[in-house]
Structure formats: structure tokens, C-alpha cells
């Protein structure tokens, strides 16, 4: 998944007179929610829409199991998933157990996936986090946030990633595709994909969150592109709210497959 470098906002400045934000029973200032030009009819038809399209959707990280599912994961910041997916065919070919992987080695992992960018800090993080799993979880990927981001490598973005692909949890990992969707389209305005995932969680509706994760990155890697989005093959044209759109009419809503669309797998 490539991964966006996002620019921290400008510090703001306060106005002599200005009313201090308010704060939260805690102490921390509380985080005004965006207004979005959407109804919850409408955001609810837009998730069946995608719903309707993909069923069924799926990673295009290649895997077998948790494990190779979470160093897939780690590998992929900063790369293409086809790039990921050409490394991991042989090292998982060689090692697809944390246990395999220790054996394996760093320098021999790191044969393995010189391809792909930041490879040297991949490889040491990848036998890291094998010998963590053998040593704190007895080699299995445990599916408890604050124990996949102990590991090393293992952030926030890759924790959900993990727990709702391997353990069917209702997260969404923002990566680049997504924190695009959520600014363009007026779905989930936010300066940081924190703030993104916090705001698409709050509006999407519960029979859609397991898998918007996906639909969302699909949706952005396949039709609302970031150079140019293709509106005509957009299934939500008609409520889309993006200032860049092309087109008020919805492309016909029919089933796909649930990965890349076919003419994306022989581009």
C-alpha cells in the first residue's frame, strides 16, 4: 500500500478576543466534528452500493495465514501491494511460520525483498517481530491491538489491517486511497488518517463496517484515482459531493470481483 507523506497543519494562531476551544471532562480539548454534505440515507446508500459491487471483497496483499498476512503488511508502507506480492512469493515459499522466518535470517530475508523500498529496515523488523511472536505469543499472531503494535514494525495502520482481515474485526486502516476519499469526497474530512478513520467509523453504518476498509481502498485505487478519478465508472456519481467530479450519472451497479477489477490484473 503506498503511503502518503501528510504535511502537519500550521500552527494556529489566536485571535486577541477569541473563544478559547472547548474541553473534555479529561482535560483535552474537544475535536469539533466536521459538517459533511451527506444525509445518513445517503451514506447508507453509498456502503450498499459498494456493499452490491463486492460482496465479498478481499486483500490483494498475497497470504496464508495471520502471520504472512502481518508481514505482508509490514512490507507493504511505502510500496506497491504488486511489489509486495512479487517479494513475498519466494520468502514465503521459504518461510511462512515465525518460526521459519527466525531460522530464516535477516540477511536472507533481506535477499528476499530488496525489490521493495526501505528493505534493509523491512528485513530487521520482520525477523524482529518473528522472534517476538515466538518469544511473548508462542508463534501466533495474537489479535489484540496494543499486542500487534508492540511488534516491531507494527503500527496502527497495520494493526487494523490484521485484525480485520485475519480476525474480522470492524476496523479501518486510512491509508492513502482512503484519506484521499474521506478529504475529496466531504466524507470524513481530517488533517490526519487518525482523524479520518475516527470520522468515517462514526458515519458509516454498522452492517458496513467490517468490510469498508476495503471497498474504500478499491473505490480509490481502481475508479476515484488520485490524478484523475474516473467518474464514468464511478457507482455513486450521483451522490458523490467531490468538486472534481465529471459526471452526475452513476455508472450501472453489478457485481465484480472482489479483488482488483480484471482489466487492472492484465495492465
Same mark, same amino acid.
Given at each position: 500500500m503506498m503511503v502518503e507523506k501528510i504535511d502537519k497543519p500550521a500552527p494556529v494562531v489566536k485571535r486577541a478576543g477569541a473563544r478559547a476551544p472547548?474541553?473534555?471532562?479529561?482535560?483535552? $480539548?474537544? &475535536? #469539533? #466534528?466536521?459538517?459533511?454534505?451527506?444525509? =445518513? /440515507? +445517503?451514506?447508507?446508500e453509498i456502503f450498499r452500493r459498494f456493499a452490491v459491487q463486492r460482496p465479498e471483497p478481499e486483500s490483494e496483499l498475497e497470504h496464508t495465514n495471520p502471520f504472512t498476512l502481518l508481514v505482508a503488511v509490514v512490507l507493504s508502507a511505502q510500496a506497491t501491494d504488486a511489489g509486495v506480492n512479487k517479494a513475498t512469493r519466494g520468502l514465503f515459499a521459504a518461510a511462512d511460520t515465525p518460526q521459519a522466518m527466525a531460522a530464516l535470517g535477516e540477511e536472507a530475508i533481506r535477499e528476499h525483498i530488496k525489490m521493495i523500498g526501505l528493505f534493509r529496515n523491512k528485513a530487521k523488523n520482520v525477523a524482529?517481530?518473528?522472534?517476538?511472536?515466538?518469544?511473548?505469543?508462542?508463534?501466533?499472531? *495474537?489479535?489484540d491491538r496494543a499486542a500487534l503494535e508492540a511488534l516491531p514494525g507494527v503500527g496502527r495502520k497495520t494493526?487494523?489491517?490484521?485484525?480485520?482481515?485475519?480476525?474480522?474485526e470492524e476496523t479501518l486502516a486510512v491509508d492513502t486511497h482512503i484519506f484521499r476519499l474521506g478529504n475529496r469526497l466531504h466524507l470524513a474530512p481530517g488533517k490526519t488518517p487518525d482523524e479520518v478513520e475516527e470520522n468515517l467509523?462514526?458515519?458509516? *453504518?454498522?452492517?458496513?463496517?467490517?468490510?469498508?476498509?476495503?471497498?474504500?481502498?478499491?473505490?480509490? &485505487?481502481?475508479?476515484? @484515482? =488520485? #490524478? @484523475?478519478? +474516473?467518474?464514468?465508472?464511478?457507482?455513486?456519481?450521483?451522490?458523490? &459531493?467531490? +468538486?472534481?467530479? /465529471? /459526471?452526475?450519472?452513476?455508472? +450501472?451497479?453489478?457485481?465484480?470481483?472482489?479483488?482488483?477489477? *480484471?482489466?487492472?490484473? $492484465?495492465?
Amino acid at each position: 500500500m503506498m503511503v502518503e507523506k501528510i504535511d502537519k497543519p500550521a500552527p494556529v494562531v489566536k485571535r486577541a478576543g477569541a473563544r478559547a476551544p472547548a474541553r473534555k471532562p479529561n482535560g483535552r $480539548t474537544a &475535536r #469539533r #466534528r466536521p459538517k459533511i454534505p451527506y444525509s =445518513a /440515507t +445517503e451514506i447508507a446508500e453509498i456502503f450498499r452500493r459498494f456493499a452490491v459491487q463486492r460482496p465479498e471483497p478481499e486483500s490483494e496483499l498475497e497470504h496464508t495465514n495471520p502471520f504472512t498476512l502481518l508481514v505482508a503488511v509490514v512490507l507493504s508502507a511505502q510500496a506497491t501491494d504488486a511489489g509486495v506480492n512479487k517479494a513475498t512469493r519466494g520468502l514465503f515459499a521459504a518461510a511462512d511460520t515465525p518460526q521459519a522466518m527466525a531460522a530464516l535470517g535477516e540477511e536472507a530475508i533481506r535477499e528476499h525483498i530488496k525489490m521493495i523500498g526501505l528493505f534493509r529496515n523491512k528485513a530487521k523488523n520482520v525477523a524482529a517481530l518473528s522472534e517476538a511472536l515466538i518469544a511473548r505469543h508462542g508463534g501466533e499472531v *495474537p489479535g489484540d491491538r496494543a499486542a500487534l503494535e508492540a511488534l516491531p514494525g507494527v503500527g496502527r495502520k497495520t494493526a487494523n489491517v490484521v485484525l480485520n482481515v485475519a480476525f474480522g474485526e470492524e476496523t479501518l486502516a486510512v491509508d492513502t486511497h482512503i484519506f484521499r476519499l474521506g478529504n475529496r469526497l466531504h466524507l470524513a474530512p481530517g488533517k490526519t488518517p487518525d482523524e479520518v478513520e475516527e470520522n468515517l467509523l462514526r458515519i458509516i *453504518p454498522q452492517p458496513y463496517r467490517r468490510h469498508a476498509h476495503h471497498w474504500l481502498i478499491l473505490h480509490g &485505487r481502481y475508479v476515484c @484515482k =488520485a #490524478r @484523475k478519478p +474516473e467518474c464514468e465508472a464511478c457507482v455513486i456519481a450521483d451522490l458523490c &459531493r467531490a +468538486e472534481v467530479k /465529471t /459526471t452526475d450519472i452513476p455508472a +450501472e451497479l453489478r457485481a465484480l470481483p472482489p479483488g482488483p477489477p *480484471p482489466a487492472a490484473m $492484465t495492465a
